[in-house]
């Protein structure tokens, strides 16, 4: 791969195109939909812009000018006028957590930036349900602590009493417990190794802090939910987690978001996304990986392929395998070259010796897995490439689309390498905003500033070759596609002020690029979805404003008018 335009790259020769479906030749006559009177930025090189577009059995027949459009318009053609605003293939989100939030039965902490905003929140929760056996709350910001300490269950105490109480991290990569939960868990110093994360202890005493850490790897995973269920928090409940999805899904094809990737399943979760089909929930189409713990075994790998083969339609597709190669920066578990700021040998650990997670992913990869692995810190992602390398020395290259998600610290050295080696970088945008990451926040306090700019450098990954996944992470960002095109161009935070890294900024069409034709590519997606090209699924968006013409931060705010999957109206608000 060495081309930034996923476009440009031949489609592997057992996979349809838009060429192998019928077009208008083979189906003369009138049209179901007929969109006119638009400013269509189509993502496809060979016909950048057009004013109408002319959709048939939930595919696009054809593209051109107004003044072409008459033929296609008859008796039961739907004509929708745009009336001179911007269409936009449909988003593709390439790592959007829709099964984990936002939990309306949880605590909103965000936004909440003090400890004392903290208890605040939680007293006033406590207030309107006083009959609660749990407490619950979700987004807790690692920057509320001062100092970048992490939080303590005497810290979580005072607001909660004698209710356990579990709150979740904004990344959802750790867990922090009341007195009272550590009890209900059975959290000792004898039991820190738990079925959903790792309790860190007191160097002093030994005695758990009520932190817990490795919630993403371990608290997420088939195990861990049903370690949770049955310890009666409600928050692992099956009737929540339907709740959490259905309602992301309704968030996401409200934002013209068209197909959801979501990165992190297990077998068990897939009930869920069928029952959101069958109840009219599913209006996103969804393309689901498979979680690939450590203790993974041959026969899971068989129930995958098995679960692959089942789910294979353009609605619903189970296929990728989720990988963790290091965690997060901003308790310091990331895997870094050199030390953390202000430590003198702390580096964060790689989840695998690098030889271990070269010889796992040489084997998934000789099996047909395509893996999308969390790397974070920049000895992380090494580690990710440095197995691809090997991974193809041994079963020699393939178009695999293997994908670092996230690369957040990112070597100028590796920089080239995604190209080189095929890799996808599936990036979000948001999270390098800099009321997010940047100075003050834990995140850039961590890293240093001799390593700010390693920060999410999608500049200099586009100028390289790379191909570019853009993402919500969803619910660690906002999902709406206008918020992280907002980052990506300006690197500001979203209600304005000074921009941080802005070196690595990218322009309008690049980034919607990225969360369009860059994010199926990445998905093996791209002869059906990611432009709009004659013979592709009819999935688009109208918004309100055309992005590529007002001020950068009019950008936000701009709502998906009409939404079209595969020829439908699904959403309509300009009526």
Not at 507 to 524: H, I, L, Q, R, W
Request: proline fraction near 7%; glycine fraction near 10%.
């Amino acid at each position: 791969m060495n081309s930034a335009t996923p476009a440009d790259h031949a489609r592997p020769a057992d996979r349809p195109g838009p060429a192998d479906h019928p077009g208008p030749a083979d189906h003369p006559g009138p049209a179901d939909l007929l969109l006119t009177g638009a400013r269509i930025h189509t993502v496809d090189p060979d016909l950048p812009e057009a004013e109408a577009m002319a959709v048939r059995d939930g595919r696009i027949v054809w593209i051109g000018a107004d003044a072409d459009a008459g033929p296609w318009a008859g008796p039961g053609t739907r004509v929708v006028d745009a009336a001179g605003r911007l269409v936009l293939p449909g988003f593709v989100d390439a790592h959007n957590h829709v099964r984990l939030g936002s939990d309306d039965a949880c605590v909103q902490l965000a936004g909440a930036r003090t400890l004392d905003a903290v208890h605040e929140r939680v007293r006033e929760w406590r207030t309107a349900h006083p009959d609660a056996e749990w407490i619950e709350a979700e987004a807790f910001d690692y920057s509320a602590l001062d100092g970048g300490r992490m939080p303590t269950a005497a810290d979580l105490d005072p607001a909660t009493g004698d209710v356990p109480a579990i709150v979740l991290s904004y990344d959802v990569h750790t867990a922090w417990l009341n007195t009272a939960a550590l009890r209900r868990l059975g959290v000792d110093r004898d039991h820190t190794d738990l079925p959903f994360g790792r309790a860190v202890v007191d160097p002093g005493t030994g005695e758990p802090t009520g932190f817990v850490k490795d919630f993403a790897i371990k608290g997420l995973s088939r195990e861990g939910h049903r370690a949770l269920r049955e310890l009666g928090v409600p928050w692992a409940s099956p009737d929540r987690q339907y709740g959490r999805l259905a309602k992301s899904l309704d968030d996401a094809i409200g934002y013209g978001i068209t197909t959801v990737v979501e990165p992190q399943n297990s077998l068990d979760d897939l009930a869920l996304f069928q029952r959101a089909r069958a109840e009219g929930r599913l209006r996103s189409r969804v393309v689901a990986a498979l979680f690939h713990p450590r203790g993974t075994t041959d026969a899971d790998l068989d129930a995958f392929t098995s679960a692959a083969g089942e789910f294979s339609d353009d609605r619903l597709r189970v296929g990728p395998l989720k990988l963790y190669i290091d965690d997060v920066v901003e308790p310091r578990t990331a895997a870094l070259l050199e030390p953390y700021a202000g430590c003198s040998h702390h580096r964060g650990d790689t989840f695998y010796p690098p030889e271990e997670f070269a010889e796992l992913l040489t084997r998934l990869d000789a099996r047909g897995f395509q893996c999308f692995v969390h790397a974070t810190g920049d000895r992380g992602i090494r580690t990710v490439l440095d197995a691809v390398a090997a991974a193809r020395a041994v079963n020699g290259p393939r178009d695999a689309r293997h994908q670092v998600v996230h690369v957040e610290c990112l070597d100028p050295a590796d920089t080239p390498r995604f190209a080189e080696l095929g890799v996808v970088a599936c990036m979000q945008p948001r999270h390098a905003a800099p009321d997010i990451a940047g100075p003050g926040q834990a995140w850039a306090e961590n890293v240093g500033p001799a390593r700010w700019h390693k920060a999410w450098p999608l500049r200099s990954l586009r100028e390289a070759g790379a191909v570019l996944a853009l993402s919500s992470d969803w619910n660690v960002a906002e999902m709406d596609p206008m918020v992280g095109i907002h980052a990506a161009v300006t690197r500001r935070p979203l209600g304005g002020g000074e921009p941080w890294t802005a070196e690595e900024t990218i322009d309008v069409a690049t980034a919607v690029e990225g969360y369009t034709m860059g994010s199926a590519y990445a998905n093996f997606l791209e002869d059906e979805r990611g432009s709009l090209t004659v013979g592709k699924l009819a999935d688009f968006v109208v918004l309100s404003r055309d992005i590529f013409r007002v001020a950068p931060g009019e950008i936000p705010g701009t709502v998906a008018e009409t939404v079209v999957v595969g020829g439908e109206v699904v959403v309509d608000r300009a009526q």
